[in-house]
């Protein structure tokens, strides 16, 4: 079991630029979460995903931020145009079912300057 | 509507001493109650779980006790140490729904 895995780990861009942050959840796991992490606003639900089918978007925070799952084993996270105020860590998780607890990435850092 | 309730940190602890962190919830129905650990530049791991009142998970020496009557999930460790410096998450995911309810962490520093 290789665990959810985002990429990149780290991201470095300019305020304007587009960012794609990637994630690949455990196999069989049939819900996803997006979650964004500061130390002013902690950890934040941004969106889930149930079968592939987004469920709750009520957490991305405006119209740049965007989430797709195009199949069972990949989901996309755009930030576009990202702003100094989207740095964060972003991390993503998944879990087998609404009884079973969640497993984390390692998560991305994003840095806007 | 439900709700995860957590000391504030940081807490700091010489090696070797008693731990517990504090944690309450609100819930609507019957809850599974979660303790996650978060360790530096990594993502939240489950560290032990509870899914009805009076049980009682532990892992790694640490333990937590789920109390219905008081509504509680308190994290506790006899000895701590060094390695146990880290972000602590309760949280609760109520029968039904989805999502998993997280505290605002409780971070530990212990010191040599």
């Known amino acids: 079991d290789a665990g959810v895995i985002q990429s990149p780990r780290h991201e470095v861009t300019e305020m304007g630029q587009e960012v794609t942050l990637r994630c690949k959840p455990i196999s069989g796991h049939d819900y996803l979460f997006w979650y964004r992490q500061t130390m002013m606003r902690g950890l934040e639900l941004l969106i889930y995903?149930?079968?592939?089918?987004?469920?709750?978007d009520s957490g991305m925070p405006e119209d740049r931020f965007s989430a797709k799952m195009p199949n069972a084993s990949f989901s996309t996270l755009k930030i576009q145009p990202s702003e100094p105020r989207d740095s964060a860590v972003y991390f993503c998780?998944?879990?087998?079912?609404?009884?079973?607890?969640?497993?984390f990435g390692n998560g991305t850092r994003l840095t806007v300057t | 509507g439900n709700s995860v309730t957590q000391m504030e940190g940081p807490v700091t602890l010489s090696e070797e001493a008693f731990l517990t962190i504090n944690c309450t919830y609100t819930a609507t129905g019957y809850p599974s109650l979660f303790w996650y650990v978060q360790y530096p530049g990594e993502g939240l791991q489950l560290l032990l779980k509870?899914?009805?009142?009076?049980d009682k998970g532990s892992n790694k020496g640490f333990e937590a006790t789920y109390r219905k009557e008081t509504t509680s999930f308190h994290l506790e460790k006899g000895s701590v140490q060094v390695s146990d410096s880290a972000v602590y998450f309760c949280?609760?995911?109520?029968?039904?729904?989805?999502?998993?309810?997280f505290g605002k962490g409780t971070r530990l520093h212990i010191l040599p």
């Open positions: 995903f149930n079968n592939n089918v987004p469920i709750d």
């Open positions: 509870a899914t009805k009142a009076d």
């Open positions: 998780a998944s879990r087998r079912d609404r009884y079973s607890p969640l497993h």
């Open positions: 949280a609760l995911s109520d029968l039904g729904d989805d999502k998993i309810i």
